[in-house]
């Protein structure tokens, strides 16, 4: 009797292992490029060879042309904007005319969003299964700009809205899209367009100043870039609720956050500015002397695109520490006018 109680102890032991080591097994990865980042390059204007760069997450590990790689086919011309969605990246294509759907950990192709509601997409939004792409239709004509709806399950265009002239960056906040209009040269226009997205109708517009051109939105609030002018809007009614000013030649550009703290370049430098202070700072966070072309802040760390060669459009990538303000990785080779970057 004590021996079959012992083996079936023993049994029931080995039947309770097997079960956690199981339970234990690894997840099989999702693809090459789970742990890492993508730098988005433009290309030159023209000629169809944007392409898009992996970085492991310690950048040990480099890859470029990634999704001509897996494709065995270009990706296109002048590469706008890339952003996540489920398991998806959506690429959008400025100088082709589309956007590109792939796997955003194999970066296999997916699909392709086209037609004749999409001439020059810049800038893409998802909000609530909807992507939200801004379209400047033919660049000088005032009459064809919209905001392109697409519906995320299908990847298919289910509505336009008619916008302000040069739509370019979108921000959303409490079921309205808020949409920054450019105007083009050099009938530059200085408004933040705001749209219903229950409805999909414009219901207001608000006067920033002269050509914004860098828009984000940080708890319930959208702040924009407007030359030498950080505004702040209230999306509870749509007013400036404060209006911050550089010097008068300055002209900030690319803005970004972690957490209260904004980041904007001016001069070739980078100047940090906290949501609770009531002026801008006279001196820069971080010094650079460098080209700026794009920068991001995420997880701490500051990723700042420069070029190489200007002409060339050839770029490289620095990488800073944002609370110690120093150099961690320096000139990165990513590609053809490195503009932005998105973290898997």
């Not at 792939?102 to 909807?130: A, D, Q």
């Not at 239709?137 to 809205?161: C, E, F, M, P, R």
């Not at 828009?215 to 505004?231: A, E, F, G, P």
């Not at 957490?259 to 100047?271: T, W």
Request: proline content about 2%; hydrophobic content about 35%; aromatic content about 12%.
């Amino acid at each position: 009797m004590k021996s079959i109680k012992l083996l079936s102890t023993l049994f029931l032991t080995i039947l309770l292992f097997s079960s956690c080591v199981e339970k234990e097994e690894i997840e099989e990865p999702l693809g090459d490029y789970e742990h890492g980042f993508f730098v988005l390059n433009e290309g030159n204007w023209g000629s169809g060879n944007a392409s898009i760069t992996y970085l492991s997450e310690d950048y040990s590990t480099l890859e470029t042309e990634v999704y001509k790689t897996v494709n065995i086919e270009s990706l296109g011309d002048v590469a706008q904007d890339v952003l996540f969605h489920n398991e998806k990246a959506y690429i959008v294509m400025n100088g082709s005319d589309k956007v590109v759907v792939v796997n955003r950990y194999t970066m296999e192709h997916l699909s392709v969003i086209e037609g004749s509601e999409i001439k020059n997409p810049s800038f893409m939004i998802m909000y609530n299964g909807k992507g939200y792409l801004s379209n400047w239709g033919i660049g000088s004509d005032a009459s064809d700009d919209t905001i392109v709806v697409i519906d995320l399950a299908s990847d298919t265009i289910v509505n336009t809205i008619p916008v302000g002239f040069v739509p370019n960056r979108l921000a959303v906040v409490n079921d309205k899209l808020y949409v920054e209009l450019q105007g083009w040269y050099p009938n530059n226009d200085s408004q933040v367009e705001v749209i219903d997205l229950i409805t999909n109708v414009s219901i207001k517009t608000i006067e920033v100043g002269n050509y914004p051109h860098s828009l984000m939105t940080y708890n319930d609030k959208v702040y924009v870039l407007s030359n030498n002018h950080i505004i702040e809007i209230n999306t509870s009614n749509d007013t400036i609720s404060r209006t911050l000013t550089g010097g008068d030649t300055d002209y900030f550009n690319y803005l970004t956050n972690n957490g209260d703290d904004l980041y904007y370049s001016l001069n070739n430098n980078i100047y940090k500015w906290n949501i609770g202070e009531i002026s801008l700072p006279n001196v820069e966070d971080i010094e650079l002397g460098i080209s700026i072309y794009g920068m991001k802040v995420y997880n701490g760390f500051l990723y700042v695109n420069h070029y190489a060669d200007w002409q060339t459009g050839e770029s490289l990538m620095n990488i800073y520490d944002t609370s110690t303000k120093n150099l961690i990785k320096e000139g990165i080779s990513t590609g053809i006018y490195s503009k932005t970057v998105a973290f898997n």
